[in-house]
C-alpha cells in the first residue's frame, strides 16, 4: 500500500497495480505536490512501516534539505511518524545544501545513493 502527496508517483503506482491513497491538499508550484493543511492532516493520522523520500539535496556530512518549507514539513511529519526511514538520492543531489534542514543520513535506516560518493564524511547505513 501506498501513501502519496505527489501526483505523478500516485498515477505510476494505480498503474502498476499497487494500492495507492493520495493526501489530498493543494498544488505547489505547478507541480503534481500536494501541500496545505489537508495534506498535514492526513500525514498526521499515518502510522507507516517504511517511508522512502527523497528530497533536494545531500551534504557531504549527511544532511538532507530542500528549499521549501512546505514539503521539508510534510517529511518530517511523516518522518516521526513511521518505522523505517530510506532516503533515496541520485547523483544531482550531493554536494549541495538548501535553506530547510530535514534530518541526517545517520538518523535514517538507510541512504541508497545512486553510485558510490567517497566525499560523504558521515556515519549512518550507506547503500550503493
Known sequence: TLFTNNLDT?????NEGIETHCTGGKA???SPVLIGPDT???IKNLRVDAFFFS?????HKGVISDSTQEETYIRSIILENCDKKYFLCDNDKVNQTALYTLTNVKDLDACILEKEWNLLECDGNIIY
Open 28 to 30: 505547489f508550484n505547478n
Open 10 to 14: 500516485a498515477t505510476s503506482a494505480i
Open 40 to 42: 498535514e492532516r492526513f
Open 55 to 59: 528530497a533536494q539535496f545531500l551534504n
